[in-house]
């Protein structure tokens, strides 16, 4: 019975700490004392019961998918399997150096202590940097009645901002823009634009250059799955990019959606 529990508590401790690290790998916000404490018993209850009838072995397969789900239902099914991939991939790390601590002679208590020890710090060092992680996959852009919806990035390098406004500026290839305005010729042509056009000045380490802006009547951004409407102005890239993502300032974000 002493087994069995003890078997139960390190189970419950590798399963507390994968969860907020995979969450965390995943985008999304670390999940809250009491569920995490629940996922976390489940689990390794779930270990034991597999571990002591071989009839029940498959039990532990539905373990992690059971607790991501508890954990992180209110994200939606589609952050919940995103979350089961990254939360088994740091369980996969917490495993790996107990082995690893246990092959070079350390006690098992000591080698369960240092991979808890491990998930935590790569949990910490991963709150120092929130944004890398954030998963915005597209933007829906509408003027009138005419919309477009845009793969995405969130690129840490965008810090443009309207200096009238202040607003941030999301920045978007010619061709889509060309989806909105159909009359739009070359960007270039800054004479040809369209009236519902301005131009942003925008400086880099290769000299500074005029893309055309306009304001749409709705911007959306999926951000981990789920849409959040944004204040901002659209430029149009020149001719030297040619990707076909919208390029996503962090400063568009809502401040609730970095993970904490």
Not at 20 to 47: E, F, I, N, Y
Not at 132 to 137: A, E, I, Y
Not at 157 to 168: C, E, M, V, Y
């Amino acid at each position: 019975m002493i087994h069995a529990e003890s078997y139960w508590l390190w189970n419950a401790a590798m399963c507390a700490c994968a969860l907020p690290l995979g969450g965390k790998m995943a985008g999304l916000s670390a999940p809250g004392a009491g569920r995490l404490v629940c996922a976390a018993g489940l689990d390794g209850m779930l270990a034991v019961l597999a571990g002591r009838f071989s009839a029940l072995s498959p039990l532990a397969l539905l373990g992690l998918p059971g607790a991501v789900a508890l954990c992180f239902r209110s994200n939606g099914w589609q952050a919940c399997v995103r979350c089961t991939l990254t939360t088994f991939l740091a369980s996969l790390l917490s495993g790996g150096a107990m082995s690893a601590c246990l092959s070079a002679g350390l006690t098992p208590f000591a080698s369960g202590l240092l991979a808890i020890g491990m998930s935590l710090t790569a949990y910490l060092m991963m709150r120092l940097i929130p944004n890398v992680l954030m998963n915005v996959r597209q933007v829906e852009l509408r003027v009138e009645e005419r919309a477009v919806l845009l793969p995405a990035m969130l690129d840490s390098g965008n810090l443009l901002r309207d200096p009238i406004t202040g607003r941030p500026v999301l920045v978007i290839p010619a061709r889509a823009a060309r989806a909105l305005f159909p009359d739009l010729g070359d960007p270039s042509r800054l004479a040809e634009l369209p009236l519902d056009f301005r131009l942003l000045n925008v400086k880099t380490a290769a000299g500074s250059s005029l893309l055309p802006m306009f304001r749409p009547d709705e911007c959306k951004i999926y951000l981990n799955g789920s849409a959040c409407r944004a204040d901002l102005l659209v430029a149009v890239a020149g001719r030297e990019y040619g990707g076909v993502q919208a390029l996503v300032p962090m400063s568009a974000l809502p401040t609730d959606a970095f993970p904490t």
